[in-house]
Protein backbone atom coordinates (compact mmCIF):
# COMPACT_ATOMS: atom_id res chain seq x y z
CA UNK A 1 0.00 0.00 0.00
CA UNK A 2 1.51 3.16 -0.97
CA UNK A 3 1.43 6.61 1.32
CA UNK A 4 1.49 10.11 -0.18
CA UNK A 5 1.20 13.72 1.07
CA UNK A 6 0.00 16.13 -1.27
CA UNK A 7 0.20 20.00 -1.22
CA UNK A 8 -2.13 22.47 -2.53
CA UNK A 9 -1.09 25.34 -3.79
CA UNK A 10 -2.58 28.35 -4.29
CA UNK A 11 -2.59 30.11 -7.72
CA UNK A 12 -4.47 33.19 -7.34
CA UNK A 13 -1.29 35.05 -5.17
CA UNK A 14 1.85 34.84 -8.09
CA UNK A 15 4.30 33.64 -5.32
CA UNK A 16 8.00 33.73 -6.84
CA UNK A 17 9.34 30.12 -7.14
CA UNK A 18 11.54 30.02 -4.08
CA UNK A 19 8.78 31.31 -1.63
CA UNK A 20 6.56 28.86 -3.14
CA UNK A 21 9.07 26.28 -2.62
CA UNK A 22 9.59 28.09 1.34
CA UNK A 23 5.74 27.69 1.96
CA UNK A 24 5.68 24.38 0.37
CA UNK A 25 7.99 22.98 2.99
CA UNK A 26 6.11 24.52 5.75
CA UNK A 27 2.79 23.27 4.93
CA UNK A 28 4.32 19.41 4.62
CA UNK A 29 6.77 19.74 7.39
CA UNK A 30 3.43 20.84 9.69
CA UNK A 31 1.24 18.25 8.48
CA UNK A 32 3.83 15.72 9.20
CA UNK A 33 4.36 17.22 12.62
CA UNK A 34 0.11 16.67 13.09
CA UNK A 35 -0.01 13.06 11.80
CA UNK A 36 0.46 9.64 13.49
CA UNK A 37 3.68 8.05 14.32
CA UNK A 38 2.09 4.81 11.70
CA UNK A 39 1.30 7.29 8.97
CA UNK A 40 4.59 8.69 9.35
CA UNK A 41 6.67 5.32 9.35
CA UNK A 42 4.90 3.73 6.58
CA UNK A 43 5.51 6.90 4.42
CA UNK A 44 9.32 7.18 4.88
CA UNK A 45 9.25 3.41 4.11
CA UNK A 46 7.73 4.43 0.50
CA UNK A 47 9.96 7.04 -0.03
CA UNK A 48 7.92 9.93 1.14
CA UNK A 49 6.45 11.26 -1.95
CA UNK A 50 4.98 14.28 -1.99
CA UNK A 51 2.55 15.63 -4.53
CA UNK A 52 2.27 19.65 -5.39
CA UNK A 53 -1.12 20.38 -6.78
CA UNK A 54 -2.45 23.44 -7.73
CA UNK A 55 -5.98 24.90 -6.52
CA UNK A 56 -7.11 28.92 -7.51
CA UNK A 57 -7.63 30.19 -4.75
CA UNK A 58 -8.18 30.26 -1.10
CA UNK A 59 -11.76 29.32 -0.99
CA UNK A 60 -10.60 26.33 -3.08
CA UNK A 61 -7.87 25.72 -0.57
CA UNK A 62 -10.15 25.24 2.14
CA UNK A 63 -12.96 23.19 0.24
CA UNK A 64 -10.09 20.72 -0.15
CA UNK A 65 -8.62 21.16 3.34
CA UNK A 66 -11.75 20.45 4.99
CA UNK A 67 -13.14 17.44 2.96
CA UNK A 68 -9.74 15.96 4.10
CA UNK A 69 -10.46 16.67 7.67
CA UNK A 70 -13.85 15.72 7.13
CA UNK A 71 -12.42 12.29 5.83
CA UNK A 72 -10.48 12.26 8.65
CA UNK A 73 -7.38 13.07 7.10
CA UNK A 74 -4.53 15.23 8.54
CA UNK A 75 -4.75 18.50 7.00
CA UNK A 76 -2.60 22.11 7.61
CA UNK A 77 -3.18 25.61 5.72
CA UNK A 78 -0.38 27.73 6.45
CA UNK A 79 -0.31 31.20 6.84
CA UNK A 80 2.67 33.79 5.99
CA UNK A 81 3.88 36.30 8.20
CA UNK A 82 4.09 38.81 5.75
CA UNK A 83 8.24 39.26 5.85
CA UNK A 84 8.74 39.33 2.25
CA UNK A 85 6.32 39.35 -0.81
CA UNK A 86 2.91 39.06 0.65
CA UNK A 87 0.54 40.64 3.55
CA UNK A 88 0.73 40.04 6.98
CA UNK A 89 -1.81 36.37 7.82
CA UNK A 90 -2.15 35.49 3.52
CA UNK A 91 -2.77 31.92 3.61
CA UNK A 92 -0.78 30.86 0.74
CA UNK A 93 -0.84 27.13 0.46
CA UNK A 94 -2.04 24.13 2.26
CA UNK A 95 -0.94 19.97 2.56
CA UNK A 96 -3.40 17.15 3.24
CA UNK A 97 -1.54 13.48 4.81
CA UNK A 98 0.77 11.43 4.96
CA UNK A 99 -1.59 8.97 4.34
CA UNK A 100 -2.69 6.31 1.91
CA UNK A 101 -2.91 7.16 -1.63
CA UNK A 102 -6.46 6.35 -1.91
CA UNK A 103 -7.19 8.15 1.04
CA UNK A 104 -5.93 11.67 -0.23
CA UNK A 105 -6.74 10.64 -4.34
CA UNK A 106 -10.26 10.19 -3.11
CA UNK A 107 -9.68 14.15 -2.04
CA UNK A 108 -7.27 15.75 -4.40
CA UNK A 109 -7.56 13.47 -7.49
CA UNK A 110 -8.69 16.06 -9.55
CA UNK A 111 -6.28 18.47 -8.81
CA UNK A 112 -3.43 19.19 -11.74
CA UNK A 113 -0.08 19.45 -11.03
CA UNK A 114 1.49 22.73 -10.14
Known amino acids: MNYKQVILIRQD ?24 EKNIKEWRKKGMAKIVVKVKDRKELFKF ?10 ASVITDA ?16 PDKEENIDNITGELKLA
Request: net charge positive.
Open 13 to 36: IKLPKGKTAVQAAHASVDAVLKSS
Open 65 to 74: IQSAKDAGLV
Open 82 to 97: GKTVVCPGTVTCGAIG
